[in-house]
């Protein structure tokens, strides 16, 4: 019966028809007579699904029956955006599935737009799990991803009087076809209680973590299909439950509240996403979920691992965790815990498990974004592993103090635990201490890393276990998905489509640049990318973007270090620039419509105050008639990733402009230059990579390097360095009320002032003007600006997150592939 029932789903046209109609005569229960486009969707999508879902169990058969190593990326956040143009592009359906929706009666565009985004990051991070869970599924490694699954996902943004406002994203609203509900597969995760002591048979002493309270971790499963491969893995996402439904006798007693109080209390775990990108704020919740994932995540990896028989130290050939961040740095000492505690190895052998297993990334080094929880804090929720993390620490410590006799200095500056009132864990050490491998995400971050935040480790392990592993980013989702044009484009003049799996193939494109027809429709794309990203600031601005323009975005997180600020006093200073000109020397001038997009952390003023002068200088300059249509300025609420999908495609030149030595790597630069957008940034992150690589024509760089930034402030600081003129003008122009009433504007201002202009705002303007300066004459040359657009994409290969990650299998997993059987 297996095998006369188990045959594949069809994926021809008329079988996609059929299951359609199935799905909506028995999964929404419906009728020919009342499907609008958004059950056209549910419809598809559970068509799609149903397909994914034969994949993934083969998939996860095969692996099972092989036992291969597999890796497990831990991330606190997956911004996996939409599924279901992507899963139709990566399993090869979407022209079949596309004619047989439109034989129904519906556009596939519309039905693609009814999808809610899964947004369960707040940017770069989140970002770059997703792209590299497309790569480990296309190039047909075991993997798994282990992450939370929130409730409500990163705040979605409107604007009121330019202001930033918060809305929660519940996203789970309808039902959610991207996940497999795994009931059956609950874990109890506990917190408090308190540590007993005892003596073994052997006479050992032991601990036992014991009482406290406990919660559920229910497993949901999200299907990542590869591309062009059966191959299709696995994200873990666990939902916190109560480990009871209420409690009955209090529901009997009339105490309705309180009955049902412990239920809410447990389901609050993984209710929100804290949407702080780079900013660490010690809240008990958020190490909660920290806890109560990893916890889950572990027990869930042994359980697996323990299927076979195998003894624990070959735990570190079948099982690699990566950690994205120190979010998940808990899993260390839970790790330890349960060897040591339960299984009863010796703490050196628990310990060199411990370390071959676990490797770091680090994504940042932003003093404020470093993670320490407070010493009473951990004990009080995690008694045993409190002692633990001490433990870790003092043979760590003895260490270091062997290989530097009387170095007290050496011993406070790598300590895991800060001593200060209360004492912290300081994770990011914790992390390094109890990982085989610790890496940066792009060359300068890594070096930056070796010599300042962590180079006192350096000192005591040597260099040879921190490395480089500069970002990448999918292809799929960030060409072919959202640049279905450019990427016929380019499948056309390759031959095929194999750049899509092998994007160094790109550079076969270079010699087309030299083809005039080739430009031509080259321009062309690009064209209607920006007449459909027009369409969509028309229709949710109101504000009139003329594509003929040169399209300047900037779309990111809202921060200080990425400056803004920075782009929107120079759109100030052009705005000025222009009101100053002739009719005649007018007419000289290219057009411009500024771009942007982001959320600030709700609780960052000074970024929403950056959100509000975007707002109030647009108005100003969109409403004045005397410079024509040669400056727009537009901020474009609730940026998300199909807003990205939408926006990346359509610029002629974005900006990466954070303070050199800020932007650990940015991933977003990637996507614009693979999109044919040239970049103006900074000499940081990935920026400087990405000139390697296509040549100092095809980029705008200015500003300070990064190993001039501590003199610069050191100066701000104890000088009195006067401010750049042009600045200053600008400056004065927002205090005279040209963009609305300056009061409010005044402690954003300040941070030039009385904030000694940390992010040397005032040192890079003189430069960031000129480098406009470039970007304006270089765009009057539409023929050289496209040549330079096609030599680009042409040349960033290097930035697939397929190498990426083939780079991390081979260099700190030391994983295989495992093919999927046909
Ligand atoms: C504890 C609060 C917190 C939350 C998130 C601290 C730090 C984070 C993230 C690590 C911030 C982040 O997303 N960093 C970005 O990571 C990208 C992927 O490597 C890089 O491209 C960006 O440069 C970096 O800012």
């Known amino acids: 019966i297996w095998e006369k029932y188990g045959c594949e789903e069809s994926v021809d046209k008329e079988s996609f028809q059929k299951s359609f109609v199935r799905h909506v005569n028995t999964t929404l229960a419906r009728s020919s007579l009342n499907v609008d486009n958004f059950s056209a969707y549910q419809a598809t999508a559970h068509t799609v699904r149903d397909r994914l879902i034969e994949r993934w169990n083969a998939t996860q058969q095969a692996h099972t029956l092989k036992d291969p190593k597999r890796v497990y990326y831990f991330s606190l956040e997956f911004l996996l955006g939409r599924s279901l143009d992507n899963a139709l592009l990566n399993l090869g359906l979407k022209e079949q599935f596309g004619e047989g929706v439109k034989e129904l009666g519906f556009r596939m565009e519309d039905v693609l737009e009814q999808e809610v985004d899964a947004a369960l990051g707040n940017g770069g991070l989140g970002r770059l799990a997703a792209c590299y869970m497309d790569s480990l599924a296309t190039l047909d490694y075991p993997a798994w991803g282990y992450g939370l699954r929130y409730t409500y996902g990163i705040f979605q943004q409107r604007l009121k009087d330019g202001f930033q406002m918060e809305l929660p994203d519940y996203w789970l609203n309808f039902d959610n076809p991207w996940e497999l509900p795994r009931l059956d597969i609950a874990i109890e995760v506990r917190f408090g209680g308190y540590v007993s002591k005892y003596t073994d048979e052997n006479g050992r002493t032991r601990h036992r973590w014991e009482g406290g309270d406990g919660v559920q971790a229910v497993a949901y499963d999200v299907p990542i299909p590869g591309y062009g491969t059966k191959n299709c893995i696995n994200i873990r996402l666990w939902s916190s439950k109560p480990k009871r439904q209420f409690d009955l006798s209090r529901f009997n007693a009339g105490e309705y509240e309180q009955a049902v109080n412990e239920q809410m209390k447990a389901e609050n775990i993984t209710a929100v996403l804290y949407p702080n990108d780079n900013h660490m704020v010690g809240k008990e919740l958020r190490l909660k979920q920290q806890f109560f994932w990893v916890y889950a995540s572990l027990a869930d990896i042994i359980r697996r691992f323990k299927k076979t028989d195998r003894a624990w130290d070959q735990f570190p050939e079948k099982v690699a965790i990566q950690l994205n961040d120190t979010h998940p740095t808990l899993a260390i000492v839970e790790l330890q815990r349960i060897l040591v505690d339960q299984e009863g190895l010796d703490w050196d052998d628990a310990w060199d498990i411990v370390t071959r297993t676990f490797a770091f990334t680090n994504h940042t080094v932003l003093p404020e974004a470093m993670e320490k929880w407070h010493v009473p804090m951990v004990e009080y929720l995690l008694p045993r592993h409190m002692q633990i993390i001490f433990d870790i620490n003092l043979f760590f410590l003895q260490k270091v103090e062997k290989q530097f006799p009387n170095d007290r200095d050496i011993l406070a500056k790598l300590s895991i635990i800060e001593e200060a009132t209360p004492q912290s864990v300081r994770m990011a050490h914790l992390a390094i201490v109890g990982s085989h491998r610790v890496n940066g995400v792009a060359a300068l971050h890594s070096n930056l890393i070796k010599t300042t935040i962590f180079k006192d480790f350096v000192k005591f392990y040597g260099p040879k276990k921190f490395e480089n592993k500069t970002n990448g980013i999918t292809p799929r989702r960030w060409l072919h998905q959202a640049n279905p044009k450019l990427s016929n484009l380019i499948t056309e003049a390759l031959g095929d489509k194999k750049w899509l799996k092998d994007l160094s193939l790109l550079k076969n494109l270079e010699p087309h640049a030299k083809s005039k027809d080739y430009r031509r429709r080259w321009k062309a794309v690009k064209h209607s990318n920006k007449v459909r990203l ?289």
């Open 534 to 822: 027009a369409e969509y600031i028309k229709a949710k601005t109101g504000i009139d973007a003329n594509p003929n323009s040169l399209f300047d975005v900037q779309v990111k997180r809202i921060h200080e270090y990425k400056r803004q600020f920075m782009n929107i006093l120079g759109v100030i200073h052009r705005y000025h620039y222009l009101k100053s000109l002739t009719p005649e020397e007018r007419r000289d001038i290219v057009p411009r419509v500024v771009i942007f997009g982001g959320k600030a952390a709700p609780g960052y003023h000074i970024a929403k105050l950056v959100i509000k002068l975007i707002n109030s200088v647009s108005a100003t300059v969109n409403a004045d008639e005397s410079i024509e249509d040669l400056l727009k300025v537009v901020f474009i609420p609730d940026y998300n990733v199909s807003l990205a999908e939408i926006i990346i495609p359509a610029s002629d030149i974005s900006q990466h402009i954070s303070t050199a030595g800020t932007e650990a790597s940015g991933t977003s630069n990637m996507k614009f230059v693979l999109n044919g957008g040239l970049i103006l940034g900074t000499v940081d992150g990935a920026n400087i990579e990405i000139n390697e690589e296509i040549g100092d024509d095809n980029i705008f760089l200015f500003g300070h390097l990064a190993d001039r930034v501590d003199d610069l402030r050191h100066a701000h600081r104890y000088r009195n360095v006067p401010m750049d003129p042009d600045l200053q003008s600008v400056i004065t122009s927002i205090e005279t009320g040209n963009f609305g009433d300056s009061r409010i504007f005044a402690p954003l201002i300040n941070t030039l002032t009385f904030g000694k202009d940390y992010y040397l705002l005032s040192d890079d303007f003189g430069s960031y003007l000129d480098a406009q300066k470039l970007v304006d004459e270089a765009y009057k040359d539409e023929d050289e600006w496209c040549k330079k657009s096609i030599l680009c994409t042409a040349r960033m290969g290097f930035f697939s997150s397929d190498r990426a990650i083939r780079e991390y299998a081979d260099q700190i997993w030391d994983l295989k592939p495992v093919p999927a059987k046909a």
